[in-house]
């Protein structure tokens, strides 16, 4: 078993055994190419017979005695035979998992950008990692683009033990400035009178824009709570914007079903764009959800 357990830590340590090459650079709007060259090596996995040290275990007895006395004070002693192990080193033939040299990586990356506008200011910060023969591209960006990367060609040659990898990205932005910076609060001083619903989001709000959608459900101590309506509310809902935050208000009698004395209401609203493809959709503050039960 130990054997079993020592040969997959080998196996397993073999992913990470190729090398890493990371490069960076920002983009800031102000050139439309940038090249990026990565070079890694590649690594197999290869086994051999070989001598390893181990434990082996001999076995042999021993007299063990112990003196036993009985209530009435009469003693006696009683001996038996005892198989000890005892451990020892030894050598065993064992086929073992060896990491080699098998090639080098070597990657020639483009990443042609869109014209954007030029009275947006960017600061998009990428980083290309190369593992071996795979690469992974990030971004930490300024928050107010959403970035996708779209591969346009790729050609890979080799040439005895390197490998050439020519890669083509096109790189657009989508401005998504107004989304952060009304969403990047959350949803703030909820109020519950009469039924009627109000919040605050950032300045900007707007039911263009944002998707707005409200869950309602029977609040119940014991057991699960009961969904009565999940729509999107945005046709009941008013906004008033006074240029620091936006007021929601949503009317529950105008809803159409009984709004019971218990209720949970759950809002969830975000920005109305498609995040398919994005490398920093994840970075993003473009939704925002609140869960409130009212008694």
């Known amino acids: 078993m130990k054997l079993l357990l020592s040969l997959i830590l080998i196996i397993s340590s073999s992913v990470f055994a190729n090398s890493v090459d990371i490069k960076r650079f920002t983009y800031t709007g102000q050139n439309n190419l940038e090249q990026v060259n990565l ?26 005695c112990r003196r036993v006395c009985s209530s009435n004070r009469r003693c ?4 038996r035979n005892v198989i000890v192990r005892r451990p020892y080193t030894c050598y065993r033939n064992r086929r073992v998992a060896v990491q080699v040299f098998d090639y080098e990586n070597i990657s020639d990356l483009t990443f042609s950008f869109d014209s954007p506008d030029t009275n947006t200011n960017f600061n998009e910060d990428f980083t290309i990692t190369q593992r071996g023969s795979n690469f992974d591209v990030d971004v930490n960006g300024s928050g107010n683009q959403l970035i996708r990367l ?8 080799r040439d005895n033990d390197v490998r050439y990898v020519k890669t083509d990205f096109a790189v657009s932005f989508t401005n998504v400035a107004l989304g952060s910076k009304v969403l990047s609060s959350g949803l ?29 459900y029977r609040n119940r101590r014991f057991g699960s709570d009961i969904l009565i309506l999940d729509r999107d509310v945005r046709n009941v809902a008013k906004l008033n914007d006074n240029g620091f935050i936006t007021e929601v208000t949503i009317d529950l009698n105008e809803l159409g079903v009984n709004v019971p004395n218990n209720k949970r209401i759950i809002i969830d ?23 409130w039960i009212f008694r």
């Open 150 to 157: 779209r591969k346009t060609s790729e050609n890979i040659t």
């Open 39 to 64: 070079s890694t090596e590649v690594t197999k996995t290869i086994y051999e017979n070989r001598t390893v040290r181990s434990t082996c275990y001999r076995t042999s007895t021993r007299r063990q």
């Open 188 to 216: 703030t001083g909820v109020k519950l009178s009469s039924n009627v619903l109000t919040f605050n989001v950032g300045s900007g709000y707007n039911l263009k824009d944002f998707d707005l959608n409200l869950k309602l």
């Open 76 to 79: 006696r002693t009683i001996c």
């Open 269 to 291: 609203t975000k920005y109305d764009i498609d995040l398919t493809g994005a490398l920093n959709a994840q970075e993003l503050k473009l939704s925002a959800s609140e869960n």
